[in-house]
């Protein structure tokens, strides 16, 4: 329903007859949709007619196009999210489930951090909240009041935001602009319905200001919606024969027909000459709900909300003062709850299904149960409910679809189109029925290991879990409790079992077995399953016991992500397969070079801050530590071969015997050569007279220990070590039941997870972080936090080229001869290859110098950081951007080059280098009729100093290049000079083998480009 009582002028809308439909232009926060734009109605010849109704919700090829949309809205979501509303408990909890936000990219982190947040939310948990070491007191100096401060803190806790400096001080800005207005006048309402502005700070601002001494009489008002000046209204009403079509509009705008506050605010749209519909009549009742004066606690609502959403806070909504995460978690929840009552009165009273009116819908008013249009419904809304999650809802708030309006078949297309485009596998049915059966078999029975310990070889996840359920099954028809695989069981359920295995130490003893509680465990889930207990019984479901509950607990949902995003399936693999993934992915990443995400080095980077945060650890253990976090990582990352040692040569499995096989390990770089038969002396003959082969002995106990180093792995910091007080002849069964029975250090944790947030929240925040995304975008680099800080180092490190002296500093000889390669190979064949390699070679120097006993926390964040920029620095030479390092004045730093193409010009080579003297100097080359051309520039002005030195450069470089490029014609007048030179934003064209020129047929072959680089090199 559309009114309106005046007409557009012919001068603004380009001669529209009456009756055309305006389109919208993208005026405050409201997105184009020309589907709800308002019609110009002339009530002499049309007073109400049909073609008045505007439709008010975007179709379903509008949401397809929303849930495709480009990486900018990803980036600009991904940046605004971390820099603004990261906080502790986000980060704590992304790495208790296995993600590192530092790897992950933009997509995927958006993703998951939507779904931690509504985790947070939808538990009802209360949030810690996070203020940056903030007091009150210098929170209250920031924002000039201590109760905004106060309703700052509340609301910021509220919505999971960090209420750092930064926002403080932008919430500060966006309320002294809303504190100025006192009241809001007719005119800039106004405005604000005419230009579909939704009443948010900025435009509650705009049009105060906007309107401030003009009248809307007179010749007109201008609405830039409308794309024109609204001529004079009409001077009277019958406001008895609009009566019916003014409710008619305010029913399909959702508001209550029967209040007359309402219908006020119709009549007065009418009265001001705006055209009365659906859209305008809500945007009006909105903003006549704001009370002016705005309150502190309704800005401090509204601007927390705003951050939370990813907006600045000056796009606060004043009158709706709530985050996109919250609605989400409302409509869900609304969703629910609607009732069969409710549809049928939806139906009685012929309103448009939709969430908002079944939402608000009374009692049933006689619609029988067998109605086509109730069982209709009903099957709409079920599949509503079946489509809809907390995600989904917030990626459509996002995106300006109004769920709670839309017609039910396009919520369910809008939702179905939402899906589909979920850009993480996390989404996918595998992930979460990996996640799903992972935590089945965790709390289900420990009998599965008993029951299925000679098909545990070859069963698969699904297998493990689908037994797991059957046990459960069994259990719970017999009204009985179990034993849990890997949870401590209840109390009473504990001495319950410990009466029915009273004599476990018997049967050990007869055994010759250690009564120990791995044994006692094996022993009974034995008994569970009424199997025969003797000693390979044992030894067999003791292995796999420990193995598939190491495997489990690793199985965390940011490893089930990486292993589906490696193309592997892990419901259909074995629990050894998965574990060995698990190790690989720990260890190597799934980086294409495998450089830059090892995973160890969080790891270790955690345990070395913590080491160094807890005052009471003496030097002594501090050393004895790392050495004990070296040993298990080097165990883990040998395949577990100092195990197969200790075991082959019979000695016992202690940290002692496990490092000394370790160093055997490492001199002769093979494994100890044993032969294993029935003659070997290195194991107990206890074995073999009770009827188990060594062999036999030497898997199922390897399958034990390797499990029972992964368990130590995992449990490895600082003050677990400190309070399990390991010795060189502590054994391995030991040391890990220690470190599993100690809780670790929560505060430090706390510490060290504020630490990460925040060194995140700051660098993408600062000013280099927007120039570093623009590049990676042009260079085709993945978003992830670690590639964009390596991508900031590196823009940063072309000044002043210390990435080059730090990685020599490690390794001075091996790593200046990897540097010099990659200035020497520039004029040779597949130099790109040969690139990649010398950065690679530089980085695995990098990692041998890790993980010894003077590792600091900054010495490894350093060392990861620059391995992190040296694989970013290779990914960019697959778009042709090349750093290479090159001494000049007795100073290493970087050059770099690009080679450049695109349509508007022929492909050239830029390469670039920044000096002290003569500031930023760049040669751009490019070849035409078989000749070279270019440009020598420089950021500095043109004194006679300059003008000396680069007329020496350009004649070296043509001599340089006359010598190595035969084929070329080299002109030195062919070469300008320019001074002044602006610096251009780093962009590339899709160079690999070749740079292609855009416009021609010919082509430059890089390794030409290249050359003349290496000629520009030694010319400098």
Known sequence: MNITFQNVSDQKTGGLPVGTEVERSNIGSRPVDTKKAAYQVDLKTSIFSNEAYAQHTR??????????????????????????????????????????????NDKETVTILD????????????????????????????????????????????????????????????????????????????????????????????????????????????????GGYYAQKADSFDWEQLSSQIEKVVEEAGLDVTDESVKGEAKWIVEQGIPLNPDNLVQLDQIKEISFPISEELAAKAISAAIADGKKPVMANLSDPSSNSTKAKEILEQTRQISDENIKSVIASEKELNLHNLFSAGADKDVPSSDPKFLEARLQ???????????????????????????????????????????????????????????????????????????????????????STLIASRYKKAGESYEALMTAPRKDLGDRIEKAFQNVDDILEDLELEANDD????????????????????????????????????????????????????????IEQLSQSLDEHLNQGNDGDGQGKDKSREKYSKFLYKLEKKGDITEEEKQSFIGIYRLFNTIKKDD???????????????????????????????????????????????????????????????????????????????????????????????????????????????????????????????????????????????????????????RRDRRSGSIWEKTKDVDEEEIEKEQQLLVDALSEDDYPNQYKDSLRNISDKLSDVL?????????????????KQLSVMSKCSDRGSFDVPIDLDGQKISMHITLRSDDSMNSRMEASVQTYEYGLITASLYVSDGIINGILSTTNGNSSEESEYLEGVRTKLCDKMAEKLKGLGINQERIGILYHAQIKPSSVGQVNANAKDGNLKEFTDTKVFLTMAKAFIEAL
Do not use: C
């Open 381 to 467: 809304l079920e599949e509503v409910r079946l489509r809809m999650t907390f995600e989904a809802n917030k990626q459509l708030l996002n995106s300006g679809f109004s769920i709670d309006t839309a017609p039910m078949q396009e919520l369910i297309d809008a939702l179905k189109a939402q899906l589909a485009s979920e850009s993480i596998e996390a989404t996918s049915s595998v992930f979460e029925m990996t996640v799903s059966r992972a935590s089945t078999i965790a709390k289900g029975p420990a009998d599965v290991i008993g029951s299925m310990a000679s098909r545990l070889a070859t069963a698969t996840l699904t297998d493990i879990s689908v037994e």
């Open 851 to 867: 993980m010894n006993e003077d590792d600091t926390y900054i010495d490894v964040r350093s060392i990861t950081l620059m391995q």
């Open 640 to 794: 577990y071969k100092a195990i197969g040692s200790v075991l082959k040569t019979g000695q016992e499995m202690n940290i002692k015997n496990l490092l000394e096989a370790t160093r055997s390990f490492k001199k002769s770089q093979r494994g100890m050569d044993y032969v294993v038969d029935d003659d070997f002396g290195g194991l107990s003959t206890r074995s073999r007279s009770l009827g188990l082969k060594i062999d036999e002995q030497i898997n199922l106990a390897f399958r034990f220990y390797s499990a029972k180093a992964d368990i130590i792995y995992e449990n490895l910091e600082p003050e677990k070590l400190q309070a399990a007080n390991p010795t060189e002849n502590t054994l391995l069964t030991e040391l890990a039941d220690r470190l599993v029975e100690t809780e670790s250090d929560k505060d430090l944790d706390k510490q060290y997870y504020a630490e990460q947030a925040r060194h995140i929240r700051e660098t993408l925040s600062g000013k280099e972080a927007t120039g570093a995304l623009d590049e990676m975008t042009t260079l085709d680099v993945e978003v992830t936090f670690s590639n964009l800080e390596a991508m900031i180092g590196a």
């Open 519 to 574: 044994n006692r465990r094996a022993v009974r889930i034995l008994g569970y399953n009424k199997l025969e207990i003797n000693q390979k019984a044992i030894e067999e479901v003791k292995g796999w016991d420990q193995l598939v509950r190491a495997t489990v607990e690793r199985l965390k949902p940011g490893a089930v992500m990486d292993l589906i995003k490696e193309g592997k399936n892990p419901l259909g693999m074995t």
């Open 115 to 226: 779904k931690i947040k509504s985790v947070l939310l939808m538990s009802g948990k209360e949030i810690t909240g996070y203020n940056d070491d903030i007091s009150t007191d210098k929170l209250s100096k920031i924002v000039g009041s201590q109760s905004f401060a106060n309703a700052l803190k509340q609301s910021f806790k509220e919505n999971d935001i960090p209420l750092t400096p930064d926002n403080a001080k932008s919430a500060k800005q966006a309320y002294e602009q809303i504190s100025e207005i006192s009241e809001l006048s007719d005119d800039a309402v106004k405005y604000m319905v005419l230009n579909s502005m939704s009443p948010t700070i900025e435009n509650v601002y705009l049009a105060s200001h906007s309107t401030n001494g003009v009248s809307v009489n007179g010749r007109g008002y201008y609405a830039q919606d409308a």
């Open 59 to 104: 179709s379903a090829e509008d949401i397809s196009d929303l849930a495709q949309d480009t990486d900018v809205k990803w980036q600009h979501n991904y940046m605004a999210l971390l820099s603004n509303t990261l906080s502790e408990e986000d980060y704590a909890k992304a790495a208790e489930d296995g993600f590192d936000l530092k790897d992950l």
